[in-house]
């Protein structure tokens, strides 16, 4: 309808969605960082720097990592709250206290 073609639509079954995160350990001997994306526990890797030969440990996220993002998250949405319900409740009573008051200076007509 509007000019742009429709992708193609494949048969044969539903897309599946993974998830990669890249593992880097710091070699024992000599610090330098090694990728152990994809290996499994206990598996032996060789440094390619020094050549010192260790294992792939295993890597279990903290759990409060995601707790701690979450809860951080809901106390910034709260101040951001009350910050906003502060600030235009002070705008509103500028603006009724300068419509209000007769003395205030008004801008000089021409």
Known sequence: MNGVPAPPRLTGGQIAITRREQLTVSCPKCSRAMDITGLAVGTTIACVSCENVTWAPEYVPRWWYRL???????????????????????????????????????????
């Not at 906003?84 to 205030?104: D, E, M, V, Y």
Request: charged share 10%; hydrophobic share 50%.
């Open 68 to 110: 701690r993002n979450f809860i951080f998250s809901l106390i910034l949405a709260f101040i951001i709250g009350v910050l906003s319900s502060l600030t235009a409740t002070w705008i509103g009573k500028a603006a009724n206290s300068a419509s209000s008051n007769p003395t205030a200076v008004q801008p000089r007509g021409k």
